[in-house]
């Protein structure tokens, strides 16, 4: 098929053999701790947890818990207080403005509010996903080498939106929108998908079909994923593992088949006193 | 009377009504403060500063006025390329006012300057500087020192047009919505990839209506230019006013005019092709 091509390709590219050890850990967190002014409420008070593999992790909590700071500080649009993050076996703390483009191209982002540019064509907005690997020259006239339109085309048609590809995208609806954000995730070949709320712009039909779309394409491409979600329901439908979070701090960690109703209380249970 | 024996103590009623007295006593000399200032502007500027012996009467105004009315058509032809002089120093001046604007308002922009210390301050002093220095003032620096013809006055216009372009754009890409700027970066983007995928096709229509607003503007800018010998109409006008050909300087003041509605006219088309 042609999209197997496209990750054997990516793959080869990045200099990664066709597929990933299941076991390898991709992202570490250690210990991380975020306040937003020094000085003032922590955030995050000292979480610790790994992805990797064929993780399709869901961080759960109430409202506040810290789940977005936590998903924005791997690729440090939040700038960690304290503790550590190692991705794809760097820690990404200390790096410099230039690394940390580098690695923000292997790391795709899908966010609540689609985060498209509204003004711009589907397309380009999809293209628009491999600028951190595009020259001044050639993203100044948005000429993007043949290859990227290709994956670009054939990415639009994977989310089915191959009718759509001239429109602008505030013509579009918001679970088309949100397919657009996803095509632009995947254009980058990431390494590791981050979700910050995807479907909570969404009503509960196109969230599911949504959610099921990410989860079909992680699977296809190998892409462990690191999704924060409050809908606890479509959570335990899609992923398989829970990240439960309370008031800063991690209380619980485990497969999603597993989960009981105690532990649910348990990190809902600011929500329910 | 009947008020003091309600229920309001005798204490508070007073004060109230002594207060009340305060503010209309304030009142009335704030009144009597102004209508003095404007007796001293009045008698100051008109009686005592105008030329009465001059003015001749009733029949020295309308006769200078029907010098006016006569209008001198044997100068139509000599108006045109003046006038397209006018047309290009406006368009000339206002695209190179663009150019100049680009820093200035990545400079002034809050949430994108290079540096909140010294660039910020020095975009929005920038933006304060080409405004209140008027453009007729810029025209006679720059006579002065690029010498006479279009030129200073394409550069007189360039410069006055910056305040404004810079400013509103400067306001527009601190009101953009920050989400598509987040996912420029979150795929690595540079700066210039944040800005030019990020904010530009945000503030775009912004900008291009300005820019049209402002080239309307500096038609009648480049008008007036000619008066201190940056060419186009105005240094027509100055002549004839010069030679005493009221009837010529009319002519002129109807180019003007037709210039400035022709104008008017082709932004107005404009604006609606891009907005």
Redesign the interface.
Do not use: H, S
């Given at each position: 098929m042609r999209h197997e091509k496209i990750i054997v390709e990516g793959r080869a590219q990045r200099g990664l053999p066709a597929k990933v050890a299941d076991a390898m850990s991709i992202l570490e967190v250690r210990n991380l701790k975020v306040s937003y002014s020094t000085g003032g409420p922590q955030i995050l008070k000292g979480i610790d947890f790994e992805v990797g593999g064929d993780d399709f992790c869901a961080v759960i909590g109430p409202s506040g818990a810290g789940k977005s700071t936590l998903i924005r500080c791997i690729n440090r649009l939040v700038e960690p207080t304290e503790g550590d993050i190692i991705l794809f076996g760097q820690s990404v703390c200390p790096l410099n403005s230039g690394d940390l483009r580098r690695l923000r191209r292997r790391i795709g982002m899908i966010f609540q509010e689609f985060n498209l540019v509204n003004r711009m064509s589907v397309m380009d907005n999809v293209l628009s996903g491999r600028l951190g690997y595009t020259g001044a020259f050639r993203s100044f006239f948005k000429a993007f080498p043949k290859e990227d339109i290709d994956r670009a085309l054939n990415l639009l048609e994977r989310v089915g939106l191959q009718d759509h590809v001239d429109k602008r995208a505030d013509a579009l609806s918001g679970g088309q929108r949100q397919r657009v954000g996803i095509a632009r995730a995947l254009m980058q070949r990431p390494e590791i998908l981050l979700l910050d709320e995807p479907t909570s712009a969404l009503d509960p039909k196109i969230s599911r079909d949504v959610m099921g779309l990410i989860r079909e394409l992680a699977a296809e491409f190998k892409i462990p994923v690191l999704c924060n979600i409050h809908d606890v329901q479509l959570a335990l439908e899609t992923c398989n593992r829970i990240i439960g979070m309370q008031d800063g701090y991690k209380k619980f960690d485990g497969p999603a088949k597993g989960m009981r109703k105690q532990d649910l209380d348990e990190i809902y249970a600011m929500e329910v006193l | 009377m009947s008020i003091t024996a309600a229920p309001v103590s005798a204490h508070g009623f007073d004060a109230y009504l002594a207060h009340k007295r305060r503010r209309r006593i304030n009142n009335w000399l704030l009144v009597a403060c102004s209508v003095a200032l404007l007796a001293w502007c009045f008698w100051d500027t008109i009686m005592f500063d105008t030329d009465w012996q001059r003015m001749g009467g009733a029949l020295g105004i309308g006769g200078t006025l029907e010098r006016f009315l006569l209008i001198d058509w044997s100068l139509l032809p000599k108006l045109l390329v003046p006038a397209l002089e006018t047309l290009m120093m406006a368009t000339l001046g206002t695209i190179l006012g663009c150019v100049f604007s680009l820093p200035v308002a990545w400079f002034g922009a809050a949430n994108v300057t290079p540096s909140k210390y010294f660039f910020y301050p020095l975009g929005r002093f920038l933006m304060v500087l080409s405004r209140s220095i008027h453009e007729i003032i810029w025209a006679l620096l720059f006579v002065g020192a690029v010498g006479l013809g279009a030129l200073p006055g394409i550069l007189a216009v360039a410069m006055r047009s910056v305040g404004f372009i810079s400013k509103i754009t400067a306001e527009a890409i601190e009101n953009i919505?920050p989400?598509?700027v987040?996912?420029?970066?979150?795929?690595?983007?540079?700066q210039?990839?944040v800005m030019?995928?990020?904010i530009v096709?945000?503030i775009?229509?912004v900008i291009i209506g300005t820019i049209i607003f402002e080239w309307d503007i500096n038609i009648r800018r480049s008008a007036i230019m000619g008066l201190v010998g940056a060419g186009g109409l105005g240094l027509v006008f100055f002549r004839q006013m010069a030679m005493f050909n009221y009837g010529g300087v009319t002519l002129v003041v109807l180019a003007v005019l037709v210039l400035i509605a022709i104008g008017e006219v082709i932004s107005h088309y404009a604006r609606k092709a891009v907005i």
């Open positions: - | 919505d989400k598509p987040e996912a420029i970066r979150a795929v690595g983007g540079n210039f990839q030019y995928y990020g096709p945000q775009l229509p």
